[in-house]
């Protein structure tokens, strides 16, 4: 009764969700704090004022929300922990999960700043980043030749290369971790292939610079999609947005999930060329002509108008990052440098599967994988400084 694709399909494994007991989750990447309070009040007010919207299809380009994520990203330069706030009297610019934050502005550092002005046409919007990335598979990449990947990396990318029967080529890392540049290009040329890898890197932590993509960027073929997943530039990478001015091949994909402290809302976008967008938004008519629904466009228009409260939560988990980088190298563990909302980590003697047990005994769930090669690493997710502390209390004897 099957059909022949289903022997290709080898499912994504997601974080744990547990049912039986009220864990500290910290494996799953998700954002510790709320969203911003513009989000709840924009969402009570649609689902106040316009509840007959819920029975009618929403806008199926998602045209504000294009527009709204457009100008964050002029706004910001495409990574919020570095982003500049001028913060207008009375607001408290430390202040994340209560009240409002008034922003005069927020400017892109130095280091972020885009030459160009990102325009709606060059955005495409989806049911979070794994359809966006669905739909690129799709558009882009052939069952006639590999696609280059690393070899550790976001685990969805070989998941679609089964569904659409695309074979892939596994690069491996470099020994501090990082992806090989080099590598990938000269697999990508012998077979005249596109690439995805995300940047930075998961479930490393460890980013390429903007520099050194460019660089892959000239030497890759360039009539192939060139795909970087910056799912977690937001919290230290460098984006690569700059770039499109220069590479049409260039295909950047981003969500709402991390920086955003959007999991729940599913929401994710590619920021390429108007050709890309076009290209993938055939996929989705092809599929589905409203991916995305009216509620999370209203709570995703907000989230970009409230920038400077996401800044705020995206320097908070980098400073928390931090600080327990330190802890964990001062308790001996190999920490792997992070530009992410997460650490990757592992410690001489201890397995992954015991320090997951005896983490989960203590009521926190971290990740672990079993990947050959990385099975005695933990990925665990920064969360609010008492959920840090508590870890730090359940890993000090570890």
Same mark, same amino acid.
């Not at 922003?103 to 280091?111: D, I, L, Q, T």
């Not at 919007?125 to 550790?152: C, H, M, Q, W, Y």
């Given at each position: ?54 029975? &009618? ?8 929300? %294009? ?142 610079? %903007? ?42 994909? %981003? ?72 802890? &964990? ?6 920490? &792997? ?29 971290? %990740? ?20 840090? &502390? ?9």
């Amino acid at each position: 009764m099957l059909s022949k694709r289903m022997s290709f399909l080898h499912p994504y494994v997601p974080g744990e969700q547990p049912k039986d007991r009220d864990y500290i989750k910290l494996n799953a990447n998700e954002n510790p704090y709320p969203p911003s309070p513009e989000v709840t009040a924009a969402v009570n007010k649609f689902l106040s004022e316009n509840p007959e919207k819920l029975g &009618l299809y929403p806008d199926p380009d998602s045209g504000d929300l %294009r527009a709204e994520i457009a100008a964050m990203i002029n706004k910001t330069g495409g990574v919020l922990s570095r982003t500049l706030t001028s913060f207008s009297s009375g607001s408290d610019e430390h202040s994340i999960g209560a009240g409002s934050i008034e922003c005069a502005s927020c400017v892109p550092s130095e280091k972020d700043k885009i030459p160009f002005t990102v325009f709606p046409d060059m955005i495409y919007t989806g049911n979070g980043s794994d359809e966006v990335l669905s739909f690129i598979f799709f558009a882009f990449f052939d069952e006639d030749r590999p696609l280059i990947v690393p070899k550790f990396s976001y685990s969805f990318y070989p998941v679609y290369c089964g569904f659409y029967n695309i074979p892939f080529c596994p690069v491996p890392l470099k020994k501090d971790w990082s992806v090989d540049g080099e590598k990938m290009v000269f697999e990508a040329n012998k077979t005249n292939s596109g690439m995805i890898f995300a940047n930075p890197n998961a479930p490393t932590g460890i980013g390429l610079p %903007r520099s050194l993509i460019r660089q892959m960027l000239l030497a890759a073929p360039k009539d192939k999609a060139f795909v970087v997943d910056e799912a977690y530039a937001d919290f230290g990478g460098e984006s690569c947005i700059p770039l499109l001015q220069e590479f049409k091949n260039l295909i950047i994909v %981003r969500t709402f999930s991390k920086s955003l402290c959007g999991a729940g809302m599913r929401s994710g976008y590619i920021v390429a060329s108007p050709e890309v967008v076009r290209a993938v938004t055939t996929v989705k008519n092809s599929l589905n002509h409203f991916p995305v629904d009216a509620v999370t466009q209203v709570a995703c228009r907000a989230a970009c108008r409230s920038a400077a409260y996401y800044v705020n939560c995206a320097k908070a988990l980098v400073e928390e990052r931090e600080k327990f980088t330190r802890f &964990l190298q001062d308790c001996g563990w190999e920490v &792997l440098p992070s530009q992410t909302n997460f650490v990757f980590a592992k410690k001489s003697g201890v397995s992954g599967q015991e320090a997951y047990r005896k983490i989960k005994e203590d009521g926190i769930l971290v %990740r672990i994988f079993s990947t050959p090669g990385i099975e005695d690493f933990l990925r665990i997710s920064i969360g609010t400084p008492a959920q840090m &502390l508590a870890l730090q209390r359940s890993m000090e004897d570890l």
